[in-house]
């Protein structure tokens, strides 16, 4: 009866491994179909195999000819705002990913230790004072990891020994609401008529405006925050077992918590420093992907990481072709997300029924 039960268990394995690599697979074919199709749509109707093609005689050097017009539209206008589309819905659902798992809570997002307060603070008191699009990035940036680090700090000021998972939720809740507040001062300080619309749109999100040069810069904090994440992706099932197990087994518990915070927040304040503040996707694309595809990290991060980055490349699409005026991006996220959600958290309900 044992070795009956350890066969079935064995093939039962084979069977979800399989039916993974499945889903794997069609998770980035339907990434490369949407990023296609998302140089396709937009006021300028231009049919995907003419994309591809465009895209082959730009980069590869074959193909035939297309219109100018065309041409300078899928490369120059479409092209870099995919391209920032895909690396912010990686980064946003990497980053959360990365904090559910290392704080065991599925309902944790990137923002959770106060980086999108701290770098909308920045963004806001750059626009304020009349800073250029570089200051402005720069500032949400370093902003965002001043948030971040005073919440580190202060958990660790607080409590030695203590539960460092709850201080820093805590103090990153308090870090959060006096950024928040800062953000409100300025906005009230503001000019109606000039400054307060800037600082408001700017909050809302977009990637209109983003540049090839933008996204050079923005591609070192993305490769720094995410390779070390993917690469220990397998510790992070270790520290799910809590402290005392996963110091038992030789993990540092300390440093594994400082570098995964550290990347996660590099990851988030870069987002918001190109793109403003983009709600829910940390949230809900790892939640997704947790409950297709099972809680095993190794898995979670890197498909989070593709899922992410379909979902904001269809959600961009959106943005810009529902209305005849662009839809904010972290409105349009706000508005699928949280009923998604319920969607997911109903499901699981009647699934553990």
């Given at each position: 009866?044992?070795?009956?039960?350890?066969?079935?268990?064995?093939?039962?394995?084979?069977?979800?491994?399989?039916?993974?690599?499945?889903?794997?697979?069609?998770?980035?074919?339907?990434?490369?179909?949407?990023?296609?199709?998302?140089?396709?749509?937009?006021?300028?109707?231009?049919?995907?195999?003419?994309?591809?093609?465009?895209?082959?005689?730009?980069?590869?050097?074959?193909?035939?000819?297309?219109?100018?017009?065309?041409?300078?539209?899928?490369?120059?206008?479409?092209?870099?705002?995919?391209?920032?589309?895909?690396?912010?819905?990686?980064?946003?659902?990497?980053?959360?990913?990365?904090?559910?798992?290392?704080?065991?809570?599925?309902?944790?997002?990137?923002?959770?230790?106060?980086?999108?307060?701290?770098?909308?603070?920045?963004?806001?008191?750059?626009?304020?004072?009349?800073?250029?699009?570089?200051?402005?990035?720069?500032?949400?940036?370093?902003?965002?990891?001043?948030?971040?680090?005073l919440t580190y700090l202060?958990?660790?000021?607080?409590?030695?020994?203590?539960?460092?998972?709850?201080?820093?939720?805590?103090?990153?809740?308090?870090?959060?609401?006096?950024?928040?507040?800062?953000?409100?001062?300025?906005?009230?300080?503001?000019?109606?008529?000039?400054?307060l619309p800037e600082i408001?749109?700017?909050?809302?999100?977009?990637?209109?405006?983003?540049?090839?040069?933008?996204?050079?810069?923005?591609?070192?904090?993305?490769?720094?925050?995410?390779?070390?994440?993917?690469?220990?992706?397998?510790?992070?099932?270790?520290?799910?077992?809590?402290?005392t197990e996963a110091e038992?087994?030789?993990?540092?518990?300390?440093?594994?918590?400082?570098?995964?915070?550290?990347?996660?927040?590099?990851?988030?304040?870069?987002?918001?420093?190109?793109?403003?503040?983009?709600?829910?996707?940390?949230?809900?694309?790892?939640?997704?992907?947790?409950?297709?595809?099972?809680?095993?990290?190794?898995?979670?991060?890197?498909?989070?990481?593709?899922?992410?980055?379909?979902?904001?490349?269809?959600?961009?699409?959106?943005?810009?072709?529902?209305?005849?005026?662009?839809?904010?991006?972290?409105?349009?996220?706000?508005?699928?997300?949280?009923?998604?959600?319920?969607?997911?958290?109903?499901?699981?309900?009647?699934?553990?029924?």
């Amino acid at each position: 009866m044992a070795a009956l039960k350890n066969v079935q268990q064995k093939h039962g394995y084979e069977a979800h491994h399989v039916r993974n690599i499945i889903l794997s697979i069609g998770c980035v074919a339907l990434l490369c179909m949407l990023f296609i199709l998302g140089l396709s749509v937009g006021r300028m109707s231009i049919a995907p195999g003419d994309v591809a093609g465009i895209l082959s005689q730009k980069f590869f050097g074959t193909g035939g000819s297309w219109s100018q017009a065309a041409t300078n539209v899928v490369i120059d206008i479409r092209l870099p705002r995919v391209v920032a589309a895909l690396l912010v819905g990686a980064a946003l659902s990497i980053s959360g990913a990365s904090y559910q798992g290392l704080f065991k809570n599925p309902m944790v997002s990137p923002d959770i230790l106060g980086a999108s307060a701290g770098a909308s603070f920045g963004a806001a008191l750059a626009l304020l004072f009349n800073g250029s699009n570089r200051v402005v990035q720069l500032c949400a940036f370093g902003m965002g990891f001043i948030a971040v680090m005073l919440t580190y700090l202060s958990a660790r000021r607080i409590g030695r020994g203590s539960n460092q998972i709850l201080l820093l939720v805590l103090c990153g809740l308090i870090v959060g609401t006096l950024f928040q507040a800062f953000v409100s001062v300025i906005k009230y300080t503001a000019d109606p008529m000039s400054k307060l619309p800037e600082i408001t749109y700017w909050l809302m999100g977009s990637i209109a405006k983003v540049t090839w040069n933008d996204l050079a810069i923005y591609m070192i904090p993305f490769v720094v925050g995410a390779l070390p994440i993917l690469a220990l992706r397998w510790r992070l099932n270790i520290l799910s077992f809590g402290d005392t197990e996963a110091e038992s087994l030789g993990i540092n518990v300390s440093l594994m918590r400082g570098i995964y915070i550290f990347c996660a927040t590099l990851l988030t304040s870069a987002v918001v420093s190109i793109a403003g503040v983009v709600g829910w996707v940390g949230l809900i694309i790892p939640h997704l992907v947790r409950f297709i595809f099972g809680p095993d990290n190794r898995v979670v991060l890197p498909l989070s990481l593709v899922v992410g980055a379909a979902f904001m490349i269809l959600v961009d699409m959106a943005c810009r072709t529902l209305l005849a005026s662009e839809i904010p991006l972290g409105i349009l996220t706000s508005i699928i997300g949280a009923p998604f959600f319920f969607a997911i958290l109903l499901q699981t309900q009647r699934g553990q029924r």
